[in-house]
């Protein structure tokens, strides 16, 4: 997150408004040293939602922010979500159907993580590791570990 104050509540409420359950996914904030009161924000919506992660870091640009947050989701899949951006409601269990019928040799796992690249959803299989596919889904990218 960079500058996005103004966005990221949005972002991340319309990521938290998805049918799939709460603790299923995750959703990591990468704060890329923003002198705004993003970090503060997404602290406030920490307390009310239990699967948001705040890693904070000095200013690396972009791909520094999205490697970090890879390292740390615990997800079979990976959603990235610029934080300016915001996620259709209830979309999640949708991206996941069409993986399932469009690539049937894909076993969906129960867990996810969104990553907002800035904020990330990670859709979450914990100590696992994958060979990287992408997939795209209208204009969601989907990436699997």
Not at 21 to 28: A, L, Q, S, V, W
Not at 78 to 99: C, E, G, K, Q
Request: hydrophobic share 35%.
């Amino acid at each position: 997150m960079y500058n996005v104050a103004p966005y990221i509540e949005r972002c991340v409420k319309s990521l938290e408004h998805q049918d799939i359950p709460i603790d299923n996914f995750e959703i990591i904030c990468i704060n890329d040293g923003s002198p705004d009161n993003s970090s503060e924000i997404v602290k406030s919506l920490q307390a009310q939602y239990s699967n948001i992660h705040l890693i904070d870091q000095e200013n690396q640009g972009v791909s520094r922010a999205r490697n970090n947050g890879i390292e740390c989701a615990t997800g079979k899949y990976i959603l990235f979500i610029d934080p300016d951006d915001y996620v259709d409601t209830n979309s999640f269990a949708r991206i996941l159907r069409v993986a399932a019928v469009s690539y049937t040799h894909l076993t969906l796992p129960t867990t996810y993580s969104v990553y907002i690249s800035f904020v990330a959803v990670s859709l979450k299989k914990k100590n696992k590791k994958y060979a990287r596919y992408s997939y795209l889904f209208s204009h969601y990218t989907l990436h699997y570990f």
